[in-house]
Nanobody, 125 residues
């Protein structure tokens, strides 16, 4: 059973930065494909970034490329999302998600089996 717990959300002004963390209990991160999703009020859950186990290959939504970086600390079994140059449209609840490792990076929420409780990110203009 994989358990995930996000932290690091908060309120910042546009142009600022936040770093989200997701603590993972259970299998090591190298055996799991991990991802960040977000959900704004009135919208569906949206893919943000993913990182593949073992290879560490990453992928990002076009809306966050060049601004967000997904990474992991295998020793501490922690997933990170560094968010820079934040915009008001980045406001959402951010979730980390986990699934068994796979050859291809999975970009849809229904491909992930374990979820954290979410952390709120609010960007003011």
């Amino acid at each position: 059973q994989v358990q995930l717990a996000e932290s690091g959300g908060g309120s910042v002004q546009a142009g600022g930065s936040l770093r989200l963390s997701c603590t993972v209990s259970g299998p090591t991160l190298q055996t799991r494909q991990m991802a960040w999703f977000r959900q704004a009020i009135g919208k569906g859950r949206e893919f943000v970034a993913a990182i593949r186990g073992y290879s560490g290959r990453t992928d990002y939504a076009d809306s966050v490329k060049g601004r967000f970086t997904i990474s992991r600390d295998n020793a501490k079994t922690t997933l990170f999302l560094q968010m820079n140059s934040l915009k008001p449209e980045d406001t959402a609840i951010y979730y980390c998600a986990s699934r068994p490792n796979s050859v291809q990076l999975k970009l849809y929420d229904y491909d992930y089996e374990s979820w954290g409780q979410g952390t709120q990110v609010t960007i003011s203009s």
